[in-house]
């Protein structure tokens, strides 16, 4: 309804206490700092560097996502379940627990454990290279200690072969197939020295790759073969795991630490923010100098509470100077009921200060539109019934509490509209129907596009207001007014034939001739008024918009009734018709509840932006970010 009004504050203390105080004002969580502009007032910056703290939160967080979740903390206990509880004013108490030893005893596990694993995959890579050659039962050591020959492993294309073959027919050279598999061959080549040259040739004309045994040359035993040495990296990769799941159960006794870990990660988490704002602040050698805003509703609490941490401080608080309008943060004001929607309007921008806050007006628009969107009862009851569910047992806060009080409202909306316009998960409640737009759509586009008319007619209005304010008092009742008077008496004429409605979009459209232009010149001011009648145009374009109301509202019933007529179907399957009759019509309308929703809330908070708020709304506001205790893990509590 209003933008909320604050006060600037000014506060001077010592230097030496700086560190202290934002640590209370973070506790407070209801100022806003603004950096203070240290050249103007020959300041001197604060310098901060939170490196530490990054390097610090990177770790722990890593450990607490790798650390294996306890059974309470699962599945829908861990949705629900809220976050612990600690006192804020123990924040620096938990940081004396030992979290830096707990955290590199974790990781010298966690790095020991990689190495073995890294070896383990070593040895899988050899068992690979080596399983092809297992099938050569020839002693390793019987492949050394030639004078006069070499002897190579080589894997070939199979089409090579013959060309192989041919070509050595004549040399001092052997080759012996002892694999044989669909892409490749493998080869054990045996040739005199004399041949090198030649050997070396037909190879190199060809696709094949020299197989190194080199290493397991030189280290097999008498007798070893391939087979031997893949027995024996096998039993070592089994004791390689063996210690590595030793190492992954001492690992998860870390697991009590994870309470600790994770009060202690949003400590230091609210220390960096700390040391950030910090930033904010400007030094001389003894002073420190800070600015900010907080609502005008909390200044008294604020002034009290700043007073009583310390006897040095000194603290303004004053309204606002007219330079400073552009300056101050935004914080919208609405009733508790409307509170929800002012994520619509957050999603566009905030509005800028002393401008109007549009919430408590496309609140209702809003809300009758997804409903007409979707028009599906049953799936406003599903919607309403998981948002209330969750608000009631997960207890959330913020801004997750405000979305899903927001599709709490959009699912009663839905079993209102979808009651009177559409049915329950597809079957329409024909006693209490008022409006059937399967049958007859045209009502409910009449419908629609009168709703859409409704909400046009107001932003024209709101555009009067805003201009009036700006101090444009005749240009605003006479041509804003003038269209407010020109619509509504047109279509009234049109529908009812009455020359009174006549008159009246006469006198509007005077108002518009007569008043668009501020020019001097009479002939200009008159043609530049016809002209800006074209604007009629827009109006009607922007009317047609809500048309899309229709097609969203239609496409939901229609899909449902498909997906009904495949539960019938189905049913009729024998022995197995019933489960896929079942998964048909829970599948098919948990779709077209998530599509519909998805469709309704986009292109509805489309019409918001585009159709309603062009004429008058301005944003660009700033929003209002109090210096407040953050949190991941846990709860600070006061």
């Keep these: 309804m209003s933008i909320a009004q604050l006060k600037r504050f000014e506060i001077l203390l010592p230097a030496e206490e700086l560190e202290g105080f934002l640590s209370y004002l973070q506790e407070l969580g209801i100022a806003h700092l603004d950096p203070v502009p240290i050249e103007e007032l020959d300041l001197n910056p604060v310098e901060a560097d939170p490196s530490e703290y990054d390097r610090w939160l990177y770790r722990i967080n890593h450990v607490l996502q790798s650390l294996p979740k306890s059974k309470d903390q699962r599945g829908l206990d861990r949705l629900l379940a809220g976050k612990p509880k600690h006192s804020a004013s123990l924040r620096k108490a938990l940081l004396d627990f030992g979290y830096q030893r707990v955290i590199e005893e974790y990781e010298k596990l966690e790095n020991r454990k990689n190495e073995l694993l890294q070896e383990i995959k070593l040895i899988e890579k050899e068992e690979e ?5 297992a099938v050569m039962r020839l002693p390793l050591r019987q492949l050394t200690g030639f004078k006069h020959c070499q002897v190579q492993l080589i894997q070939i294309q199979p089409h090579d072969l013959d060309r192989i073959r041919t070509g050595m027919a004549e040399l001092a050279a052997q080759a012996y197939v002892i694999v044989e598999e669909k892409n490749r061959f493998f080869l054990l080549l045996i040739y005199h020295h004399s041949a090198r040259e030649e050997v070396e040739r037909i190879f ?15 280290k097999a035993r008498e007798n070893e073969n391939i087979s031997d040495i893949l027995v024996e990296l096998g039993r070592r990769k089994d004791s390689l795991k063996e210690k590595a799941m030793e190492l992954e159960r001492e690992m998860a006794g870390f697991s009590v630490h994870r309470p600790a870990l994770m009060a202690v990660h949003d400590v230091l988490l609210n220390e960096k923010e700390r040391v950030q704002v910090a930033t904010l602040a400007g030094l001389t050698e003894r002073v420190s ?11 008294e609490n604020f002034s009290a509470r700043v007073h009583r941490y310390s006897e040095h401080i000194h603290l303004t608080l004053r309204p606002p100077r007219p330079e400073e309008l552009d300056q101050v943060p935004v914080i919208l004001e609405n009733p508790e009921v409307v509170k929800p929607f002012e994520i619509i309007t957050s999603l566009y921008g905030l509005p800028q200060p002393g401008t109007i806050e549009p919430t408590i007006f496309l609140a209702p628009f809003f809300f009758v539109f997804v409903g007409l969107c979707v028009s599906e009862a049953g799936y406003g009851l599903v919607v309403a019934l998981l948002s209330l569910l969750y608000l009631k047992l997960a207890r959330p806060v913020g801004d997750t509490r405000l979305f899903l009080r927001l599709l709490f409202y959009l699912g009663l909306s839905n079993i209102v509209l979808g009651t009177l316009v559409g049915g329950w998960f597809g079957f329409p409640v024909k006693s209490l129907l008022l409006i059937d737009p399967l049958k007859d759509p045209i009502p409910f586009m009449i419908l629609a596009l009168s709703l859409g008319f409704i909400q046009v007619m107001l932003s024209t209005f709101l555009s009067l207001v805003k201009e009036y304010r700006a101090g444009n008092k005749i240009g605003a009742v006479a041509v804003k007014g003038g269209w407010l008077l020109l619509l509504p008496s047109l279509v009234a004429y049109l529908i009812i034939k009455k020359p009174l409605f006549g008159i009246l979009a006469l006198t509007g459209a005077a108002g518009i001739v007569f008043f668009t232009s501020k020019s001097k010149n009479p002939l200009v001011r008159f043609f530049s008024g016809l002209y800006a009648l074209y604007g009629i145009s827009g109006y009607l374009a922007d009317t047609l918009s809500y048309s899309r109301i229709l097609a969203l509202g239609l496409s939901t019933g229609v899909i449902a009734m498909v997906v009904n007529n495949l539960f019938q179907i189905a049913w009729k399957i024998p022995y197995i018709g019933w489960l896929a009759a079942i998964l048909i019509f829970i599948g098919g309308h948990l779709f077209n509840l998530g599509i519909g929703f998805l469709g309704a809330f986009v292109h509805s908070m489309r019409l918001q932006f ?3 708020f062009t004429r008058f709304y301005q944003a660009g506001g700033k929003p209002f970010r109090p210096f407040r205790l953050v949190s991941k893990y846990v709860e ?3």
Aim: hydrophobic share 55%.
């Design 289 to 299: 100098c800070l600015l900010g805003w907080v609502p005008a509703t909390e200044a």
């Design 129 to 133: 290279f080596l399983k092809p050659l």
């Design 204 to 218: 190199s004309e060809i696709k094949a790759s020299f197989i190194v045994l080199y290493p397991y040359l030189n």
């Design 636 to 638: 600070f509590i006061r």
């Design 610 to 612: 585009v159709e309603f």
